[in-house]
């Protein structure tokens, strides 16, 4: 008997983990429906990976029809038992009204219970909702804490948003320098925005000393990752000598 023979005959037999596994095996093939299969004996024994994994596939439509009630329903269940990519996921569906209806103090909630334990995410969304303002007073210092505790976990999109508000002086004194160089930081993850930001502060010499070419340089990497406004600015008669030097149209 083979070693996925063994798994089998555990998991007919009731064995949590080796339906667990079982399914996990099944998944890694490409078997979405056998998946699904012994993913859901697992979490109806309370298995709180496979609830959410459960949820997952139901989210996605992955081995069964999509649906998001059971997918909010399973989450739930994986969330309860503090599963935090669970308690993301819920405060994601209640934020945009997948599943559920929409209510941002619910998802406030459980983005919260996820951010207390790590989750750079989670993290970012409860700045969000403090920068916006939703379900809670708008409050650009909190919004300012959240998104530096998901930037240095190394959350691209947060590290953007602190740059923003450096730039802006919002919740923190304006400082282009450190702007800079949270737009480098999400730019080098490849943010297009942050890019394109990156260049324009090149460009002006805010918050580092002015260089064309290097205003260029990160135009170009924001253009080639879709920014529209990179490419607006690539066009400006300042950047036409070192256009023709490299021959880029």
């Known amino acids: 008997m083979n070693p996925i023979e063994e798994l089998i005959v555990r998991a007919e037999s009731g064995d949590v983990e080796a339906q667990f596994d079982l399914a996990s095996e099944y998944w890694d093939k490409g078997d979405y429906e056998q998946a699904f299969f012994w993913c859901k004996k697992a979490a109806d024994q309370g298995h709180v990976t496979a609830q959410f994994n459960l949820g997952l596939m139901y989210d996605k439509g ?3 029809f999509q649906d998001y009630g059971q997918a909010f329903y399973w989450y739930k269940q994986s969330a309860d038992q503090g599963s935090v990519d669970a308690q993301i996921n819920i405060g994601s569906m209640y934020y945009k009204g997948k599943g559920v209806l929409q209510d941002y103090e619910q998802a406030f909630y459980w983005y919260k219970h996820s951010a ?5 995410i989670a993290q970012f969304n409860i700045g969000l909702m403090y920068y916006k303002g939703q379900s809670v007073l708008q409050d650009y210092e909190r ?6 505790q998901s930037a240095d976990q190394g959350y691209a999109v947060a590290q953007f948003s602190l740059g923003i508000m450096y730039y802006e002086g919002q919740g923190i004194f304006q400082d282009y320098e450190q702007a800079f160089l949270w737009f480098r930081k999400a730019a080098e993850q ?3 925005s942050a890019q394109n930001n990156i260049g ?12 064309i070419k290097r205003a260029f340089d990160w135009y170009l990497k924001a253009k080639r990752n879709g920014h529209e406004r990179a490419e607006k600015a690539l066009k400006n008669p300042i950047f036409d000598k070192i256009r023709i030097e490299r021959l880029i149209r």
């Open 143 to 148: 919004a300012y804490y959240w998104f530096e």
């Open 116 to 120: 207390d334990q790590g989750h750079e």
């Open 62 to 64: 992955q081995g069964i």
């Open 190 to 192: 490849g943010n297009a």
């Open 200 to 211: 324009f502060m090149y460009e002006c010499g805010y918050g580092v000393k002015k260089n």
